[in-house]
């Protein structure tokens, strides 16, 4: 199970020690808005995955992780391609 984020009222002070406190209640609420999206999306990216091994069970699927940046240079589209075979 995924671990949650600490309530604003806990994550503050370490945020503020961090960035100040003139910027604090702002990086609270966008590091917050960010791990709620970032949730959200990989709960999505699940139910997805059980459907498709739901709705199609002879057919492997693959799942590379995201990167970032994504690859631009050959050597890193090889690489991507090499997991995904090896995945598959």
């Known amino acids: ?3 949650a984020l600490p ?3 806990v994550l503050r002070p370490a945020v503020a020690a961090q960035v100040g406190e003139a910027t604090a209640d702002a990086t609270v609420q966008a590091v ?3 791990y709620h999206g970032a949730r959200i999306q ?3 990216a699940h139910r997805i995955l059980e459907h498709l091994r739901a709705r199609y069970p002879r057919v492997p699927v693959a ?3 995201r990167q970032e940046p ?3 240079e050959l050597e890193e589209l090889l690489q991507m391609g090499n997991a995904l075979l090896a995945a598959g």
Do not use: I, T, W
């Open 70 to 72: 994504p690859p631009a």
């Open 32 to 34: 917050s808005g960010a």
């Open 63 to 65: 799942v590379l992780e």
């Open 7 to 9: 309530p604003p009222a």
């Open 1 to 3: 199970a995924a671990q």
């Open 42 to 44: 990989a709960e999505r």
